[in-house]
């Protein structure tokens, strides 16, 4: 007795349970009776190509059971489209299904597929992401999913975009991933998604300069308030890196954070990290051997062989511990 078997409306079908290999499977999974109940119904009307509301309310109960089952994702998103389901609730049902299960692939998969055939973007949309990274500011999956967001509807220059980035990182300076889609956002529309390469020649001339500006006084300001935090320390060489220039002009700010003549005062094992770089820049090998050496002796020891490596790059020889 099921579900499906008992119910009138589902009398026309016959299911078709999975085969595990006959009789006396090898490893077969041991699925629930509803769900198996369910799956085999699905591949009944699968194989006639039904696409109607029994069916979509179908894969919803079994997405309820099993979230991650790509084949039933495609098949409602299918369904939804030949049906011309109202695609704004499917996406207030898909709020739900992503509440209660932060960490899927296939959720935010399936929101790209019925956002793609939304013209504009819904005004219900960003709110809905806000409350996803209240949960958790660097799910992956949801700043992916942000990531298309920006590029379908073109939203490179919007004001809100960048504020609600700031916002983010002035709750925590070190979520790197919010870091990240702000590189995005301020740069990734000069390149082509799919060669990974500048359009239309060099970068410099597709940023302006007002911008590059705006972005190393930005990320020093982040580096002033943490400076033991990795990720505006990256962003700073990401910004210097696409206005073309070498690590020098930032020296004098740099050196705030680690002097070599003050060993014991160093604020900053990534300022010593972009400094070893900025002297090896200027072919001072010895002081960028020397913060390279008070990286794997006191201010990063755990990963000593690495810069005891970064050291014989430079040609000089290893320090005794």
């Known amino acids: ?119 504009t973007l819904p005004a219900t949309e960003t709110p809905f992401l806000a409350r996803m990274f209240a949960l958790d500011a660097k799910n992956y999956h949801v700043w992916s999913y942000r990531q298309w967001l920006v590029r379908h509807f073109s939203l490179w220059d919007s004001a809100e975009e960048l504020a609600y980035v700031e916002s983010l990182l002035a709750s925590d300076v070190r979520n790197n991933s919010a870091w990240n889609h702000r590189y995005f956002i301020v740069f990734a529309r000069h390149t082509d998604p799919e060669k990974h390469s500048v359009i239309n020649g060099d970068a410099v001339s597709e940023v302006g300069a007002e911008v590059m500006e705006r972005e190393i006084e930005y990320t020093k300001a982040a580096i002033l308030t943490a400076p033991q935090n990795a990720s505006p320390w990256n962003y700073l060489r990401g910004v210097l890196r696409k206005r073309g220039e070498g690590l020098a002009g930032m020296k004098g700010f740099a050196e705030q954070f680690a002097d070599l003549d003050r060993e014991d005062e160093v604020r900053s094992s990534h300022a010593l990290d972009f400094l070893a770089d900025l002297y090896a820049e200027e072919l001072e090998k010895e002081r960028s051997g020397k913060a390279l050496d008070l990286l794997a002796r006191r201010y990063d020891p755990i990963r000593k062989n690495y810069w005891d490596y970064r050291r014989s790059l430079l040609g000089l020889e290893q320090v005794g511990a």
């Not at 009138?8 to 041991?30: F, V």
């Not at 069916?55 to 299918?78: C, F, K, S």
């Open 1 to 119: 007795m099921g579900k499906y078997s008992d119910s009138a409306e589902w009398e026309d079908i016959i299911p078709i349970a999975q085969d595990d290999g006959g009789p006396n499977p090898l490893a077969a999974i041991a699925y629930t009776e509803d769900y198996s109940e369910a799956m085999a119904y699905l591949r009944a009307v699968m194989a006639k190509e039904e696409k109607s509301d029994r069916v979509l309310g179908l894969t919803e109960q079994i997405i309820r059971m099993n979230p991650a089952h790509y084949t039933v994702w495609l098949y409602r998103a299918d369904i939804i489209f030949s049906l011309q389901t109202d695609l704004l609730q499917e996406l207030e049902w898909l709020n739900k299904v992503s509440l209660k299960h932060l960490k899927n692939y296939q959720i935010w998969h399936h929101r790209q597929v019925i956002m793609s055939h939304i013209p």
